[in-house]
């Protein structure tokens, strides 16, 4: 798990990935903001105070913009540089219609390597189905200028985690739990690779994470007798 910027990206849990694209519910913890509510509720009687929501909502990615951009990278396995840079036409027909495949351009994937076309996945459907750009890029930078950098991604990403309390996460841990997840359904790794567009196995092989789960259940089929 990645801390201060050290060791590898985490990997995201699915209820982590929910908080993120839904947003998270949890318990007010803040005696201020408590004490605040039962002062609204004041003259209603005690069984109104007691019977009142300690709920509250904390927002993950809060635009259909970050849910499209950040989507496209937990879904097509992709590195965020290869999202944001992305071209409206890439993911879009002109009449506004998702395309069934997305496509990467080879000067925009790491070493210049090679064009990938990714197909969309339902999950993915339905964020882009939210989300248009009249921009010849998907994502534009400021004030419609270019693409969004990676750097603004990278902090938009980051202030979503300290929100919803994800600790060792970044941009990258979309593209480590994707690869992680399909490895984990038995998806042969040559079809990984061709979804990731990494150039060897080796390289691929370094981002598919084993847990604890993992090693237990490793060691579990170690019955001789």
């Known amino acids: 798990m990645k801390i201060n910027r050290h060791d590898q990206a985490k990997i995201l849990s699915p ?11 949890g318990l007010i913890l803040d005696l201020k903001l408590f004490r605040l509510l039962v002062w609204f509720r004041k003259g ?16 993950g990615l809060p635009t259909e913009r970050e849910r ?44 210049k390597q090679e064009t990938r076309s990714v197909p969309v996945s339902p999950e993915l459907r339905k964020l882009l189905e ?28 980051r202030a979503a985690f300290k929100r919803l309390g994800i600790e060792g996460a970044s941009t990258h841990s979309f593209r480590r739990t994707a690869i992680t997840w399909m490895h984990n359904e038995r998806v042969p790794i040559k079809h990984i690779q061709s979804i990731s567009g990494h150039k060897s196995l ?24």
């Open 130 to 157: 939210g989300y248009q750009s009249n921009r010849p890029y998907l994502f534009p930078g400021r004030w419609g200028r270019g693409h969004i950098c990676p750097e603004s991604a990278d902090a938009i990403l």
């Open 44 to 59: 209603q009687g005690m069984e109104a105070i007691t019977s009142m929501s300690m709920l509250s909502y904390l927002e």
């Open 68 to 111: 499209a951009l950040f989507g496209i990278c937990l879904y097509t396995t992709a590195r965020i540089n290869e999202a944001c840079s992305l071209h409206t036409a890439d993911v879009y027909w002109t009449e506004g219609r998702v395309r069934d495949r997305i496509t990467f351009r080879r000067a925009t994937t790491k070493g």
């Open 15 to 25: 209820q982590e990935i929910a908080w993120l694209f839904d947003g998270k519910v």
């Open 202 to 225: 080796s390289a691929l092989q370094r981002y598919i994470d084993v847990t604890e789960k993992d090693k237990e259940m490793t060691i579990a089929t170690l019955s001789f007798r």
